[in-house]
């Protein structure tokens, strides 16, 4: 294992996809790959279409299981890399034709544990893209000193040394939601340093990805998670990202859910306000009131912060149902005629919607053409 990338697809039922997902591995400038897929129980052709590129290309091997999940699928591929570098690829998803270089390269050179690149997000049904979150160029990056990074929530834009993952023991734990974040904060708080390329290497399929926003996963997945993030970061010795993830994303997700609850939803209720005592349990109050961080301060949050750090339970329930009578955050409708037509219109004339279609109709093309004897 001393060179190469291997790219893990973990695939559930995604034969639409999946061609595509594998020609943009098999169309890399950098030859020294292999693409792991990992069917996981699907119940369409993606098990037989990925078969059949395994008989065109050495490179491809394809392992099936019974269905696990996303997490145990990633797991089984982390399992069986052979390369020295690793990287996940969601089935509906493609890479750029020099990813692997890019990446690659960029970790050799700076001898770095992992690197991210940036992604563009694409849709399908208007053709417009935008840039992900996107770095600008670093190397030897420290995740204690490097805030921008605190709210890594995505696995995919990374590449990750084999032997750190396996060395570190690094799990993909069982959340709905979550998840990734999660397998964020264990690598980054372990790496002795990572590196950033300002290269745009991965390209995100946007419509067909809705999460399961389920009452059952709000409350046993998404809340429950922040648990775990917080035993990873204060484990690290580093609250910092912990209270900018509470403060951004755990007031967002509650703001969301409580308005939504229902008199026969006290179950849930009781649950997250159980969780949410044990997430802000032992935290100073000067983490949300004083702004040791250089964060700012979240003036909005600060009341149910407070009652839960003092286990005020009339406070904490005071603070809910305002909540509930605020009502839910209303997201923007993007699907509505007015939004479709602009956002068409505006791919037409953007350079990087026309150069991202481009790489696409080239990348199914080419599944076409290796999917003629598929049956």
Known sequence: MNSGLTIVIPSYNMATWL?????????????????LIVDDGSTDATGRIADHYAGLD????????????????RAKGQELANKKYLHFLDADDALSRDAAAVLVGKAEEDGADLVSGNAIVFSDR????RNYFPHPEASNLVFRDAPRYWKSKVVWRWIFRTEFVRENELKHLPFRMGQDVLFMYEALTRAKSFSQTSRQIYYFRQEHKSADLSLDTYVNHLIAHYLEAKRILLDAAMPAPLVKYLNENYFRDMRRLIPTLTDADEWARKKVIADSLSLFDSLPEEFFTEDPFKMGINPEALPLFLALIRKDLEAVDAELTRREQAGAVKDVNKFTLFHTVRRRIKSMLRPMSIAVRGRLRDLEGRARVNMRDFD
Do not use: F, K, W, Y
């Open 58 to 73: 050495d490179r491809i091997r394809v392992v099936h299981q019974e269905n696990a999940g996303l997490g145990p699928a």
């Open 19 to 35: 061609p595509t997902a594998i020609e943009s591995c098999l169309d890399q400038t950098c030859r020294d790959i292999e693409v």
């Open 126 to 129: 208007t053709g417009n893209t």
